[in-house]
Nanobody, 125 residues
Framework: QVQLVESGGGLVQAGGSLRLSCAAS????????MGWFRQAPGKEREFVAV????????YYTDSVKGRFTISRDNVKNTVYLQMNSLKPEDTAVYYC??????????????????WGQGTQVTVSA
């Protein structure tokens, strides 16, 4: 079993920054691709970013490119999402995800096997 625990959410003004963390336990962390999704009120869950096992390859949804950075520390078993220049439309519950599989469609929620409990990010105008 894998447990993912997010932290770092909160309330911030537009233009501000937050750093989300996701601590993983239960498996060889460095063996698995990890990412972040988000869900705004009344909307479906949306892919945000994904990072390869080694951390050398990343991919982002277009709306966060240049503003968000995903990274990981395989010693600390933690993945991060640095969010800069936040906008009100970034307001959502952010979920950390992990997949045990290879050859997946990174953008699809069903590609991921484990999800954290979510952390709320609210950006005020």
């Amino acid at each position: 079993q894998v447990q993912l625990v997010e932290s770092g959410g909160g309330l911030v003004q537009a233009g501000g920054s937050l750093r989300l963390s996701c601590a993983a336990s239960g498996r060889a962390f460095s063996s698995y691709r990890m990412g972040w999704f988000r869900q705004a009120p009344g909307k479906e869950r949306e892919f945000v970013a994904v990072i390869s096992r080694s951390g050398t390859t990343t991919y982002y949804t277009d709306s966060v490119k240049g503003r968000f950075t995903i990274s990981r520390d395989n010693v600390k078993n933690t993945v991060y999402l640095q969010m800069n220049s936040l906008k009100p439309e970034d307001t959502a519950v952010y979920y950390c995800v992990l997949t045990l599989r290879s050859g997946i469609d990174n953008l699809q929620a069903q590609s991921y096997d484990y999800w954290g409990q979510g952390t709320q990010v609210t950006v005020s105008a």
